[in-house]
């Protein structure tokens, strides 16, 4: 991490990696909102705390409210002068670098946010930036009773039949690099192009699960893609017709996002280390078709 001028001279940071999980039922999303609460703020707070100097952490994908996560990613810059904070007067042996900090965070963080790991990052590391694909997992029971007490915060129940066959026809559809601004709430400056590598669905006893990859995701499209496929698979439509919402320019109003809770952000890839610049510059790019 190069030097920074802060004004009154030069400081170095060193940029961390946090592999993060978290039950979204109660935050507000990820991003930091005043008056509510969120995943970065308590993360922030918590960090802050420990390195005695504002911290503000930067994520691979900005999750909605409600919206849970198992494999989320995000990076923070430390002031070198700081990073003694981390480490304890003694180590346990076998110990990564950071594992007392991940231990010290256990203990300061709310039950429903975890640090798992935190390690030095590679040069030219960005959680956002350089990231080369998103996974998603949107769940849900079709079981008579509903949902199982356990995974009443994770999984959507749902009382109408589904026809797989025809969601999955659906969803062939849909992937590819394509236009998703019917899938996705606007923002100004911000481009709806994406490339969805994976819409699959898989069907196990009661549980349905949908797997979603992209190289990135816009606003609200993970839940708007689910819930214009359920109407596929109620047979409220047929299933060409999600071909023709990649022709609209503007969110859909033929359909209504599935619910935040099924929702899990599972995983996010990333490239070589040596390919990190790199894959910065193209992801910065806006894109076009």
Known sequence: MPAIDS??????????RLDVAYDGTDFAGWAVQAGQRTVAGVIDEGLSTVFRT???????????TGVHATGQVAHVDIPVDALAHAYPRTTRPGDAEFTPLVRRLARLLPTDVRIRDIVRAPAGFDARFSALRRHYTYRLSLAPYGVEPAEARFVIPWSKPLDLGAMAAASRELVGLNDFAAFCRHRPGATTIRDLQRLDWLRDGFYVTAYVTADAFCWNMVRSLVGALLAVGEGRRPPEWTAGLLTETSRS????AAPARGLTLVRVDYPPDDDMA???VVTRDLRTL
Not at 54 to 64: L, M
């Open 278 to 280: 790199a894959r910065n």
């Open 7 to 16: 004004g009154g001279g030069h400081v170095a940071f060193v940029r961390l």
């Open 54 to 64: 504002p911290v503000v952490t930067r994520t691979a994908g900005r999750t909605d």
């Open 253 to 256: 109003s033929d359909f209504a």
